[in-house]
Each structure stands twice: as C-alpha cells, then as structure tokens.
C-alpha cells in the first residue's frame, strides 16, 4: 500500500487561475487540497494510472515509505523469512 502524500490547501479560485502550475506539480508526485468558501471540496492527487512502473521508481518509491513510516531497518535473511513461511 502506497503512503499517501501530504496534501496542501488551495482556494478554489486561486486553483483555476493555477491549474496548468498545479498540474505539473501534481505529474511531479504533490497533491492538493482545493477548498471552496474555506471547507475541503476535493483533493487533486497523481492518477494512479501515472504511478511509475520502472524498478527505479519502485525502489525510490519503498525508500520513502520506509523514511516516512519510520520502519525500522533489520538485518534479515531469507532463510529466516523461509523458515517462519513468510518468502
């Protein structure tokens, strides 16, 4: 499951006059929060059919899970995952 990024308000009106600039920091990985009249309306957020499929991608994408979920890093084999019928 992917982290959900964090998501930064924006007035609805000051969204329409931006869009193109939104846009593009949306492609880029940012998301949004559009607000009308002060109240959360909708969220603009990367389509989940832009996600990245290079394995580059997919690496960069678990190290920035594991940095925001603060998991923490262990020294484990694979035979130890075998053994508790976990690989």
Do not use: H, W
């Amino acid at each position: 499951m992917r982290t959900p990024p964090i998501k930064t308000s924006i007035g609805a009106c000051e969204a329409r006059t931006r869009l193109p600039e939104l846009l593009r920091q949306v492609k880029a990985g940012e998301s949004f929060t559009i607000a009308y009249r002060g109240k959360a309306v909708a969220d603009l957020v990367p389509s989940e059919a832009a996600r990245p499929t290079n394995a580059a991608a997919a690496v960069e994408g678990l190290q920035a899970f594991i940095r925001d979920n603060q998991v923490a890093a262990r020294d484990v084999r694979a035979q130890e995952l075998a053994d508790e019928g976990r690989a």
